[in-house]
């Protein structure tokens, strides 16, 4: 054999050695999980409470947001205008309201004097120096400026009571107001960053339609699929060891805790590998990973229990 020939040899052997290990390093990856999945987190979408133009609206994509944090508002002029003018209305009816003690000042006054009158005829008629006449004009007299001071209160009373009716309906819709004028303020809810903007400033905005949508991925879930010979050995609480791609044909790797184990079957995902490659029926788990801005949303993991 000459040298051309030897060396074709040993290219052809070296070709031959390099796919078969090619091979059992992809068997062995293939190998070396337990379940596949994605990563997701709890994601919420914020929602516009009020109808008008959104005149602020500090929301881009990527930003941090702190729970309460004001992020915006809706214009809320009409709703301004309208509460004075009930406020206008509420002061027109209580200007109307009697002030009951002012106006029964006059006759309780008569009656105090009415009652000294009273005792001074009757103790004059022990001494014989006044008739029985003057104490009954005296009594009657009493008597009818109490009469006369009931009936007043009675109408006083009354008359309040119906300007409180009228006050009450003015009063809820002030405070109608006040809640429409309060959800106009756009607070974001939770800790977490923004994934999806819906909305723009200066854009007209009708309650309950999006503005945005917030996740806190602090923390994010992989949903993985285990088969049911699995689904023994997989226990809540239990740690697994989280692998991704590292970019560079090795893997990162995290600590993470199996949180949630569907008791259903369901048919495997397209986008999911089984450890038994394609299982007809599967289980789902969550497990749970500290993210240090290493995981991304929809990102590919794998587990290892």
Request: aromatic share 6%; proline share 3%.
């Amino acid at each position: 054999m000459n040298f051309n020939n030897r060396h074709k040899m040993e290219i052809y052997r070296y070709l031959i050695i390099s796919v078969a290990l090619g091979f059992a390093s992809c068997n062995k990856r293939d190998s070396d999980f337990d379940a596949s999945g994605t990563f997701e987190a709890d994601e919420t979408v914020i929602s516009s409470q009020a109808t008008g133009t959104l005149l602020a609206f500090i929301v881009d994509e990527g930003h941090k947001l702190k729970q309460d944090q004001l992020v915006g508002y809706v214009d809320t002029i009409q709703l301004h205008l309208t509460r004075k003018q009930l406020e206008a209305q509420k002061i027109t009816v209580l200007s109307k309201k009697p002030d009951i003690e002012a106006q029964l000042a006059a006759l309780k006054e008569q009656l105090k004097a009415a009652e000294i009158e009273q005792a001074r005829v009757v103790n004059l008629l022990k001494e014989d120096a006044a008739t029985p006449k003057q104490l009954d004009d005296i009594n009657a007299q009493v008597d009818i400026t109490k009469g006369k001071i009931h009936a007043l209160q009675t109408s006083l009373q009354d008359n309040t009571t119906t300007l409180d009716m009228e006050i009450s309906p003015i009063e809820a819709q002030i405070e109608q107001i006040g809640d429409q004028i309060e959800k106009s303020k756009i607070q974001n809810p939770i800790d977490g960053t923004v994934l999806t903007v819906y909305a723009e400033p200066f854009e007209m905005v009708a309650i309950g339609q999006p503005l945005y949508k917030i996740a806190d991925i602090r923390e994010l879930t992989l949903r993985a699929y285990i088969t049911g010979d699995q689904l023994p050995v997989v226990k809540l609480d239990q740690e697994v060891t989280v692998l991704t791609d590292d970019g560079e044909g090795g893997f990162t790797e995290i600590t993470g805790q199996v949180y949630w184990i569907s008791d259903q079957a369901e048919f495997t995902p397209k986008s999911i590998q089984t450890k038994d490659e394609r299982a007809n029926k599967v289980y789902a788990i969550k497990v749970r990973v500290k993210n240090d801005g290493t995981y991304k949303i929809g990102m590919y993991g794998e587990v290892k229990f």
